[in-house]
């Protein structure tokens, strides 16, 4: 295969793909704006605002609902063998591995433009890791390989890059391995009965991070998510991954990416916001667009737009069997016997995503959770398997009426009953409803379903 | 917002690296090992300067120091914590660093209830970089009986065995919100 090369080979060397971006030529940079942000996007879907609440049961502001509709990414647990996107999958990546690997759109080209920007990149561009360069150079990075990747496979729909969801699922996906797999790479130093811990990989903690210089870093500072989870898996694959310069040969270099990804994208959806600074938003770098075929620019602050949205994780999603109205207490199984959901204790200790929750529009709510069944209206927070709660109060008049948002409860006691003997029976959830003190009646209000955030 | 400073008068090795905050239960120092500590105007900032020497291998802990009322009251509170690594040295080979609060005696397993985050550095890069750990409210939580912190930083290779070697850094800074 093109993919095994010694780590000192450049088979798409550096200076072709700086002469092709133009870096090399006089004048440096192409001023061009990027053609990702000027492809009209497909028609926007609905999209449901996401907000939170803080550790005092305060709701944080409604961020304005966005149109993020053009790339809808999966969990890669989704792509089981004999489905279609696994078979489009590797597909792709064989065919861009039996490229040249002078062409831009083969494997070892693609790969190598991490090589350049991870380690000395030439002038004006500055090293895209260990600063807020990281996510959004990544983001375009993971944008433009996409593109080429479908194009491999005649822009097939179905095909979009999966993300690897560590957080639990911590095996390195078994669709990975195998001698003749095109999404295999024979350098790791994993198998796939190898398990991350979990500890490492919470994101829970990152999510509360209010500001984007800790979370996604600054000029001078790496963030958090970078020299966290990120660099943690790097190194538990080990091989390729872990090093700069060989990270994006192995296939679940892509899938990892897109993970770190996906944690901004909810970083962003409970309503933290990215560097307004123009030194951040005005930083462009090159990349291929096989869709123009040619070379273009994008800058960080179209990149941190493009139109990428990711579906929910396979097996957070607590099932409710439909709208579920809380006018009473309702119970649900959040994880089977011996389920996995395994986080710090203290560190992150989880939160609950009640998905699609009616804002009431009559009276507030108070709603009391706890890690048990049979819990009622008279059970006290004191009760020992009080995990959170949370208001909702009617909409400002002024505002007019508000549609279902996404709610986000800190379950601050939780990780310690996870990490419990009890952790081997099910854990059930059951949400208490009842009327705010000084409050006769009780808001009326439904949820679609919930889920399970480590 | 509160922020402690730790600062290493020289360039720390994570090994294993008790850092003390607080005076009734300040730890052991480590045999070779001085340090003198200082709460800046404000008594939001707190310095704690080591004097470990590059290279130090072993336990490296600091002088303890009282946590201001102010600052453990807002520290109480806070619902997310950031801790700054600054200057850190990028490794020969990928290296995690695992922090633990308030538990001196803290070896590499994150199972301990005192774990609180971690970070890793791959074997390329820049030759310095300023890291950060997400806490989240594990410093809150270590507080919350108690009025004196300490960090253990304790360093370990992929396979999570302690890196004799370490990995230098010049300071920690702890950032409550």
Known sequence: MSNEHAPNEAPASRRQFLARTGALAAGGLVAARSAAVAQPPQAPAPVIPEVAVDESGRVRPLRPAQQ??????????????????????????????????????????????????????????????????????????????????QDAVGND??????????????????????????????????????????????????????TFTQFGGSASDAGALETGPHNYVHSWVCGDMCRFSTAARDPIFWAHHANVDRVWYLWNQEGNTNPTDTAWTGQTYPFYDVTQKKNVTISFGDAAQLPVTYAPPVGTTISTGGRKRLNAPVTVQALPAGGELDVAPAASAGSLRVVAIDVPQDAPISVNVFARSGATAQTP???????????????????????PVNLHVPLARLAPRLLSAEARTPLNLTLVPTATPGNSRMGTVSFERLELQP | MTVLTILSGAPAAVVALTLGLGCAAAPRPAAGAQASCAAEADGMRIALESAAPAGTRGTVRTAACRLPEAALARARAASSAVLRVEGVRTPASPVS??????????????????????????????????????????????????????VTLVAVDREDRPVAAGLAFDRLVLDLR
Request: hydrophobic share 40%; net charge neutral.
């Open chain 1, 381 to 403: 927070t004191s009760d020992p398997s009080f995990v959170g709660a949370f208001t909702l109060i009617p909409t400002d008049g002024g505002h007019g009426a508000h549609g």
């Open chain 1, 68 to 149: 993020l509709a053009a790339v809808t990414r999966y969990d890669v647990a989704t792509f089981t063998e004999g489905s279609a996107q696994l078979t489009l999958l590797r597909q792709a990546v064989q065919t861009m591995r039996n490229r040249a690997d002078s062409d831009p759109t083969s494997w070892m080209y693609q790969a190598n433009i991490h090589n350049i920007f991870c380690n000395t990149p030439p002038a004006p561009y500055g090293v895209v890791h260990y600063s807020w360069r990281f996510l959004a150079w990544h983001r375009a990075y993971l944008w433009y390989f996409e593109k080429v990747l």
């Open chain 2, 97 to 150: 660093v695992l922090v633990f609060l308030n538990d001196p005696q803290a070896d590499a397993s994150t199972r301990r209830p005192s774990y609180a985050g971690s970070f890793t550095l791959l074997a390329e890069g820049p030759a310095k970089i300023n890291a950060q750990v997400a806490l989240g409210a594990a410093v809150a939580h270590a507080l919350r009986e108690r009025g004196d912190l300490s």
């Open chain 1, 157 to 210: 729909p179905r095909l979009t890059l999966p993300y690897w969801n560590w957080t639990t699922e911590l095996n390195l996906p078994a669709t990975y391995f195998g001698a003749s797999n095109p999404l295999n790479d024979p350098t790791r130093q994993v198998t796939p009965t190898s398990k991350l811990d979990p500890r490492r990989t919470a994101i829970s903690g990152l999510l509360a991070l209010p």
